[in-house]
């Protein structure tokens, strides 16, 4: 018996040749398997024509035949695909159509893996479009083997759809899930992270009581579990089965995230979005306000080289940028006496700071926009508020006669309606004041003054007087972290700022 492959050849080719060598007699056939480009052929010699082989063969019509390759067929494309588990070296794990493992490299396990199993066979050729059947020859973990997600980590394809405007402490909002309702001993409200339980939550039919597709009430099928049978198609949309669960986040996404000004998302007045669900987006404005320092320009540079100049000039070492960074964010004032505490290690007088500042402010001037750039897509994010028609202003706590050349230098002064400096008002950030001012001066509700914002002085500002807020990551928050800001949203770049709000009319 010999096993011969053909390459580039049919069945037909085979069997032709097969005829042709006369390899085979009376009710010898060849047993022929596959198709395409690769067959697999047994030759059982015949008696009288004991060498009959493709060498023999003194027309050849067809290509390429090989024998197999000693140690054992190593498939049709000329390799062994490397099994993931067995490694040089590594032990092999056990499989269930193979029996025990072994150490590649022992003769015995060798020659095991390496044999050539018949076709038909368990085991046999491995080419695809030979298998038996395809489930066959693949090698499936047993339970044991296979990692398991914990529960208390997000599952990596749960994503909260909807970008920028989700953030992860809204998981409990968007999931209907309220430490009033979600009842006692819900002690997953308020995490961030949340488990299976709070992404499944029972739908609004199975809520109410009704009979549920898939919960069975027979005494029969309780026993069982509860569920009509285990496997098949009735586990396929129970809820927590994959395919609840992309129906429900496609629900989430469709109906939920529009916003509660989409009364004809559930159908003729009827929502299908529960009560209970505070979509916060997008957001209802009818003026924006926009942080400078941290949110609209990137001014550490130039402050540093004015504060180290100052510095210099009093007699002290300078301070690293980063240092003074931290110190951005309550007016010049407070960078200066933060700069002479950091160098002295004692509070400065008032009279130390005053004469600090007189000499920090012409080293101010002279550097106000060298290196100050806008950051990136703060000029598309501006452009594209004015387009939506908003009206715009800018609160900072920089004092006015730095602010206005500023803004005029970096180029921004033209998108701006109302400048509020840290001096224009008896009171800056993080007092509710210049807001209160520019609502007022816009014709809005403070609810509908948006506060574009980087640091605490601007969540303060904004919570206290009613605005919401969302806040850019890259500023200088005074050392604190963004996330822990309490605002509205995080968005990467003033950029996106439009895609969360909503217009109102003034
Ligand atoms: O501290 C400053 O000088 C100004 O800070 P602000 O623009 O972020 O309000
Ligand atoms: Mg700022």
Wanted: hydrophobic share 35%; charged share 25%.
């Amino acid at each position: 018996m010999r096993l011969l492959h053909t390459k580039g050849g049919a069945r037909t080719s085979a069997r032709r040749w097969a005829g042709i060598t006369g390899a085979f007699a009376g009710d010898q056939r060849p047993l022929c398997r596959g198709g395409g480009n690769a067959v697999k052929i047994r030759v059982l010699s015949h008696p009288e024509r004991p060498h009959a082989d493709v060498s023999d063969c003194p027309q050849h019509p067809f290509g390429q035949l090989r024998a197999p390759r000693r140690g054992g067929d190593r498939g049709d494309r000329g390799r062994r695909r490397p099994h993931p588990f067995r490694c040089d070296g590594q032990p092999l794990r056990p499989q269930p159509d193979r029996g025990a493992a072994g150490v590649r490299g022992d003769p015995a396990v060798d020659r095991r893996l390496d044999r050539c199993a018949l076709d038909g066979e368990a085991g046999g050729p491995h080419h695809p479009r030979l298998r038996q059947s395809r489930r066959q020859h693949h090698f499936v973990p047993s339970r044991s083997l296979r990692t398991h997600r914990p529960h208390h980590r997000p599952h990596p394809r749960l994503r909260l759809q909807g970008g920028a405007r989700v953030q992860p402490s809204h998981a409990a909002q968007l999931f209907g899930l309220h430490a009033e309702e979600a009842g006692p001993g819900a002690d997953h409200v308020g995490e961030s992270r949340f488990r299976r339980a709070e992404v499944h939550p029972r739908g609004p039919r199975q809520a109410a009581g009704g009979a549920s597709a898939h919960r069975c009430l027979r005494a029969g099928d309780l026993a069982r579990g509860g569920w009509r049978r285990e496997g098949g198609q009735h586990r396929r949309n129970r809820p927590g089965g994959r395919r609840h669960l992309r129906r429900r986040l496609r629900d989430l996404r469709d109906k939920r995230l529009q916003g509660d000004h989409r009364s004809d998302a559930g159908g003729a007045g009827k929502s299908l979005r529960p009560k209970h669900v505070n979509s916060r987006f997008p957001i209802p404005v009818g003026a924006v306000v926009l942080d400078l320092d941290g949110t609209l320009l990137d001014t550490v540079d130039d402050l540093a080289v004015a504060a180290n100049a100052m510095l210099q000039e009093l007699g002290f070492e300078p301070l690293p940028e980063p240092v003074i960074r931290t110190h951005i964010g309550k007016g010049l004032q407070n960078l200066v006496t933060r700069c002479l505490a950091e160098v002295t290690g004692a509070e400065p007088t008032a009279a130390q700071v005053e004469r600090a500042l007189a000499v920090f402010e012409p080293h101010y001037r002279a550097n106000l926009c060298v290196r100050t750039r806008p950051y990136p897509g703060v000029v598309e994010g501006l452009e594209a508020l004015r387009q939506a028609g908003f009206p715009l202003g800018c609160v900072t706590n920089k004092a006015e006669r730095f602010t206005l050349p500023l803004l005029q230098q970096a180029g921004l002064a033209p998108y701006f309606d109302l400048v509020i400096g840290g001096d224009t008002l008896p009171r800056k950030k993080p007092d509710p004041l210049p807001l209160v001012h520019a609502a007022e001066r816009f014709g809005v509700p403070p609810a509908q003054l948006l506060l574009v914002g980087d640091s605490p002085n601007d969540t303060q500002a904004a919570r206290a007087a009613g605005c919401p807020v969302v806040c850019v990551p890259y500023g200088y928050s005074e050392g604190a972290k963004v996330q822990d800001l309490d605002c509205d949203a995080i968005v990467a770049s003033v950029r996106e700022v439009p895609s969360l709000l909503r217009k109102v009319q003034p």
